[in-house]
T-cell receptor
Framework: GDSVTQMEGPVTLSEEAFLTINCTYT??????LFWYVQYPGEGLQLLLK?????DKGSNKGFEATYRKETTSFHLEKGSVQVSDSAVYFC?????????FGKGTSLLVTP | EAEVAQSPRYKITEKSQAVAFWCDPI?????LYWYRQILGQGPELLVQ????????DSQLPKDRFSAERLKGVDSTLKIQPAELGDSAMYLC?????????FGQGTRLTVV
């Protein structure tokens, strides 16, 4: 079945550092790919998405490119802020409910 | 901005008791999901509705869990009897297409 694998955390970075969180997927067809963010005690918020190969999703300085050849959707940000500290979930959807990865916790220190 | 509403935010219940959660999706969203998120894990689908019909409940423990979406709008998820292992965050989401919008969740603690 469809699945998502993302790098394990926690990831700890200093403010203004470069961020990469790896995500790879397995799917039978052509899924849509998503990154969601979850702040402590809250529900999930959509960060960005891409619906077809080579699409780049972007929001709030975060980017991810849908790479069909490597079945990947890695999340990147050039300069993280303390306020980016949260748990990040990679997810896919193939005409149905979202399948989530296990999440990667990010802590950004001043 | 329209939001998915869930209540209660927090619930503490004793094992073997019944507990219910309520969700009001964004108006016009035909698809509604209930997810369970155990601490430190990603959300896992429990049930998916399209309007008032169940599309997927293959991961719903039907001996103790039930879900309904009468009239295809708001939805209720019930657990009876609750077990210690049911302690988790229960998330409701609604969707107009493939993008899902989540509520703030109900944190359930079974003691």
């Amino acid at each position: 079945g469809d699945s998502v694998t993302q790098m394990e955390g926690p990831v700890t970075l200093s403010e203004e550092a470069f961020l990469t969180i790896n995500c790879t997927y397995t799917a039978t067809g052509y899924p849509s790919l998503f990154w969601y963010v979850q702040y402590p005690g809250e529900g999930l918020q959509l960060l960005l998405k891409a619906t077809k190969a080579d699409d780049k999703g972007s929001n709030k300085g975060f980017e991810a490119t849908y790479r069909k050849e490597t079945t990947s959707f890695h999340l990147e940000k050039g300069s993280v802020q303390v306020s980016d500290s949260a748990v990040y979930f990679c997810a896919l959807s193939e005409e149905n409910a979202l399948n989530f990865g296990k999440g990667t916790s990010l802590l950004v220190t001043p | 901005e329209a939001e998915v509403a869930q209540s209660p935010r927090y619930k503490i219940t004793e094992k073997s008791q019944a507990v219910a959660f309520w969700c009001d999706p964004i108006s016009g969203h035909a698809t509604l999901y209930w997810y369970r998120q155990i601490l430190g894990q990603g959300p896992e689908l429990l049930v998916q509705f399209q309007d008032e019909s169940v599309v997927d409940d293959s991961q719903l423990p039907k001996d103790r869990f039930s879900a309904e979406r009468l009239k295809g709008v708001d939805s209720t998820l019930k657990i009876q009897p609750a077990e210690l292992g049911d302690s988790a965050m229960y998330l409701c989401a609604s969707s107009p297409d493939t993008e899902a919008f989540f509520g703030q969740g109900t944190r359930l603690t079974v003691v």
